[in-house]
């Protein structure tokens, strides 16, 4: 079984950036891409940015230029490296593989407001 923990999140202004981890720990295969997905107030569950083996990268429009993710496969973790937050990026944050094959964690919360 997987479990994932999401870690980073806070309260910011606009602006500012924050680094969003995702431990994984538990028995899994190899070779997922990973992903990073969104949820803002009453909106659905979006992914938002996806990492595969070799380090190949994905972001979305709404992000690219500003977000970028990485991992350390050693560590089992992934990261969301966030700059120039925007109020319109605020939500709950969290990490599966990029089809949400996974349990879900409890996500982590980020708000940015001024």
């Known amino acids: 079984q997987v479990q994932i923990k999401e870690s980073g999140g806070g309260f910011v202004q606009p602006g500012g950036s924050l680094r969003l981890s995702c431990a994984v720990s538990g028995t899994y295969a190899s070779g997922y891409g990973m992903g990073w997905f969104r949820q803002a107030p009453g909106q659905q569950r979006d992914l938002i940015a996806s990492?595969?083996?070799?380090?190949?990268?994905h972001v979305s429009e709404s992000v690219k230029g500003r977000f970028t993710v990485s991992r350390d496969a050693g560590k089992n973790t992934m990261y969301l490296q966030m700059n120039s937050l925007k109020p319109e990026d605020t939500g709950v944050y969290y990490c599966n593989t990029n089809q949400g094959d996974w349990e879900w964690g409890q996500g982590t919360q980020v708000t940015v407001s001024s």
């Open positions: 990492i595969w083996t070799g380090g190949i990268t």
